[in-house]
Every structure is written in structure tokens, then in C-alpha cells.
């Protein structure tokens, strides 16, 4: 059973640079995608992007250019890097593990953007 | 991106009825090669993250109840609760894994009547 704990800021001020990191236990990290999913007030769940053990990556176009999804093997750990966040990030944020499907989930983290 | 659309947007129903719902996807996600849709079902409850139920648009993830089923193809799939229980109060989410960006449903909230 492969468990998921996250960690990071949860309140930030626009322009600023969100950070979120996820502990993976219990499982293979080389077997699988590692992504992020985050979901706004009141709207849907939105992926952001996902990363393999050897640094493949996939993003959401959307977001392309504010993100960067990074994995460190050796702790089996990955993290999520959003830059210039706004009001528009306020958002549940939950690590997961991906085969196309998100298998299993973080607990989430509420990251609020405020001046 | 593909949009995918669930309908009703909430649903309230009788312990021990079924509930249906829908979802729809604005182009196939039916890969011909294989025969699979890739079609994935969520059941989330306050507070917590989605729980996979369904995947491969009809196949239950280890451990989901079987009163919890999926069909469908193509552009068109529903999720059905045969006999609606308490603890099935929640809202439910589809999700697209044919093309990235991975994308999901508004949800439907379940309720009971």
C-alpha cells in the first residue's frame, strides 16, 4: 500500500513562489508517474503536471510556464514549484501517484494567496 | 484539452435506490488499438482527496463495493449506485487519461433524499 504525505507554506502573497513536497512510503517510486492535482474553491480538479523517477515530465499547458516538478530518488520525494502565484492559485493542492489514474493521494495542503 | 461534462450536477436519492450519473467526454477516448476507454471514476468526501473507484471505464479499483459500476464508451459513460448507502453521501468525479492534460468532470454531488 503506497501512502503519500505532504508538506509546504500554506499562505502566500502574490508574486511569490509556492512550494509543496511529497513523501512517498510503501512503494516502488521507479514504477510510477508522480503528480500534482490541485483544486480551487468551488471548481473542479485541475492537474498540473507529474514527473517520473528520472525527471520525465508532463505539464498542463495551462500552467506550463509557472511550473516545475522535480524528484529526488534518494529520498523518495518529489516537489512542486509554481512562480508569480496570484489569487487565481488559492487552491487545495494534493501530491499523487499517477498511471493516467491517480491511484492514491495526499492529504492535500490549503495554500492561500493573499496580499 | 478534452472537456469532459457531468450531468446532473447533484442528485438526491433514496437509501437503498439507484443513482445515475453521467459524463461525457468532447471527443472519443476510446483507444481503437486496445479497445480500452480511458475513463477513470472518483467518489470524494469532505475533507479528504478522491478515492479511485473505477478505471478502464468499467473496472473497480481493489477494495470498492460492488454496488459501484461503470459502463460506457466512447464519448458517453455513467457511474451507477445500485443500492445508495449512508456512507456513499459524497461527490463524484470522471476523469479523461487518453491525452494530457489529464482532465476531470465539475462533479456530481450525491445526496440523500
Known amino acids: 500500500q503506497v501512502q503519500l504525505q505532504q508538506w509546504g507554506a500554506g499562505l502566500l502573497k502574490p508574486s511569490e513562489t509556492l512550494s509543496l513536497t511529497c513523501g512517498v512510503y510503501?512503494?516502488?517510486?521507479?514504477?510510477?508517474?508522480w503528480g500534482w492535482i490541485r483544486q480551487p474553491p468551488g471548481r473542479r480538479l485541475e492537474w498540473i503536471g507529474e514527473s517520473n523517477h528520472s525527471g520525465s515530465t508532463k505539464y498542463n499547458p495551462s500552467l506550463k510556464s509557472r511550473v516545475t516538478i522535480s524528484v529526488d530518488t534518494s529520498k523518495n520525494q518529489f516537489s512542486l514549484k509554481l512562480t508569480s502565484v496570484t489569487a487565481a492559485d488559492t487552491a487545495v493542492y494534493y501530491c499523487?501517484?499517477?498511471?493516467?489514474?491517480?491511484?492514491?493521494w495526499g492529504q492535500g495542503t490549503l495554500v492561500a494567496v493573499s496580499s | 484539452d478534452i472537456v469532459m461534462t457531468q450531468s446532473p450536477d447533484s442528485l438526491a436519492v433514496s437509501l437503498g435506490e439507484r443513482a445515475t450519473i453521467n459524463c461525457r467526454s468532447s471527443?472519443?477516448?476510446?483507444?481503437?488499438?486496445?479497445?480500452?476507454?480511458?475513463l477513470a471514476w472518483y467518489q470524494q468526501k469532505p475533507g479528504q482527496p478522491p478515492k479511485l473507484l473505477i478505471y478502464w471505464a468499467s473496472n473497480r479499483q481493489s477494495g470498492v463495493p460492488e454496488r459501484f459500476s461503470g459502463s460506457g464508451s466512447g464519448t458517453d459513460f455513467t457511474l451507477t449506485i445500485s443500492s445508495l448507502q449512508a456512507e456513499d453521501v459524497a461527490v463524484y468525479y470522471c476523469q479523461q487519461y487518453y491525452s494530457p492534460p489529464w482532465t476531470f468532470g465539475q462533479g456530481t454531488m450525491v445526496e440523500i433524499k
Open positions: 471527443e472519443s477516448i476510446l483507444y481503437s488499438s486496445n479497445n480500452n476507454n480511458y
Open positions: 510503501g512503494g516502488s517510486f521507479r514504477s510510477f508517474f
Open positions: 499523487a501517484m499517477s498511471r493516467g489514474t491517480f491511484d492514491f
